[in-house]
């Protein structure tokens, strides 16, 4: 069964960078969309990026250019790069997976079947 685990979250200050991992212990993503979603305290979850099967990416306005994703499929994870972060940045980011192998792009707006627990990015001062 797939289980995804997030990780790499924590306290950043501004302009700094931090990298967050999307895990599926035990299982192959290759036939997997991944999503990046956000969630701010009192806001509205909101989708940040995802990559297709064939590593074709997307990207919220909001991040462009300041954000990369990507996947290493040795190792069943996704990435999330987090370039010149922002206090807006603040929030729980969540990955999650859409099974999707034939499709070469990704929507944040597809129906993501799995998620994971979420990771705390906290960016201040």
């Known amino acids: 069964q797939l289980q995804l685990v997030e990780s790499g979250g924590g306290l950043v200050q501004p302009g700094e960078s931090v990298r967050l991992s999307c895990v599926a212990p035990g299982v192959r993503l290759d036939s997997y969309a991944i999503g990046w979603f956000r969630q701010a305290p009192g806001k509205e979850r909101e989708g940040v990026s995802c990559?297709?099967?064939?590593?074709?990416?997307n990207y919220a306005d909001s991040v462009r250019g300041r954000f990369t994703v990507s996947r290493d499929p040795r190792k069943s994870t996704v990435y999330l790069q987090m370039n010149s972060v922002k206090p807006e940045d603040t929030a729980v980011y969540y990955c999650?997976?859409?099974?999707?192998?034939?499709?070469?792009?990704?929507?944040?707006?597809?129906?993501?079947?799995?998620w994971g627990q979420g990771t705390q990015v906290t960016v201040a001062s």
């Open positions: 990559i297709s099967v064939t590593r074709s990416t």
């Open positions: 999650a997976a859409n099974w999707n192998p034939r499709s070469p792009i990704c929507s944040m707006t597809s129906q993501y079947s799995t």
